[in-house]
């Protein structure tokens, strides 16, 4: 069922944003996908908030701030960018097609792969409608929430970086000779939330904490 909802948000939102033309296709792309990493920038810091307002949000901050970022960042972003910039590009008859079905296409598979990472944070059963952590939830070909998660991490050591070492959703450990030393616990931490809230252990409502080098002292990672 999942796999079917994905499609179906990457087959709307292609077709949409397309429907637009060349030019609002980028735009519209570049928009989503600076919107997407603000989100995923400050939905922690601003769940915390909205859980010292409120019991209510005790285990919905999380989803709550990650699509209420997003939306408000995508809007302020668009809006803002036609404010500025009052222009359309002509594009080359030739390029045009190619052009606004490309960018349509990165379009929706962002959408989705930031919405697939958001029922990470979701107030559900640990599997729910074929979703599960452990699964390429793409038509089991892709798993669109965990390159949406190596993006951000990406960008958080590199673009931007804070020059502290610090990146996003990331535990240093040494396993064996595994060569690799740096592991991500986004997708294990929620998993653990939702099986917890599932069968009403009172951890539930409790933020889920980052995974940490053993000895090292625990801090709630604000993103990048």
């Known amino acids: 069922m999942i796999d079917v909802l994905l499609l179906a948000i990457l087959g709307v939102v292609t077709w949409c944003v397309a429907s637009d033309?060349?030019?609002?296709?980028?735009?519209?792309?570049?928009?989503?996908?600076?919107?997407?990493?603000?989100?995923?920038?400050?939905?922690?810091?601003?769940a915390a908030l909205l859980e010292g307002i409120s019991p209510f949000f005790a285990n919905r901050s999380d989803m709550i701030a990650l699509l209420g970022l997003f939306i408000a960042?995508?809007?302020?972003?668009?809006?803002?960018?036609?404010?500025?910039?009052?222009l359309h590009v002509e594009v080359a008859p030739m390029a045009h097609e190619p052009i606004r079905?490309?960018?349509?296409?990165?379009?929706?598979?962002?959408?989705?792969?930031?919405?697939?990472?958001?029922?990470?944070?979701?107030?559900?059963?640990?599997?729910?409608?074929?979703?599960?952590?452990?699964?390429?939830?793409?038509l089991g070909l892709a798993a669109p929430?965990?390159?949406?998660?190596?993006?951000?991490?990406?960008?958080?050591?590199?673009a931007l970086a804070r020059g502290d070492g610090h990146s996003f959703d990331t535990a240093r450990m040494k396993v064996a000779s595994y060569p690799n030393s740096e592991w991500s616990s986004f997708p294990i931490r929620y998993a653990t939330r939702r099986e917890r809230f599932s069968t009403g252990m009172g951890a539930a409502a409790a933020p889920a904490q980052p995974v940490t080098t053993p000895g090292a002292p625990v801090t709630t990672n604000p993103g990048f």
């Open 101 to 138: 079905w490309a960018f349509a296409f990165f379009t929706g598979y962002v959408s989705m792969a930031f919405l697939l990472t958001a029922l990470h944070t979701a107030p559900l059963p640990r599997e729910f409608l074929g979703f599960r952590a452990e699964r390429p939830n793409f």
């Open 21 to 46: 033309g060349a030019w609002s296709a980028v735009v519209t792309f570049l928009c989503t996908l600076i919107a997407g990493l603000i989100a995923m920038n400050f939905f922690e810091p601003v």
């Open 73 to 86: 960042a995508l809007f302020a972003l668009r809006l803002g960018f036609e404010q500025l910039v009052k």
């Open 145 to 158: 929430d965990r390159q949406w998660l190596g993006l951000t991490q990406f960008v958080s050591e590199h």
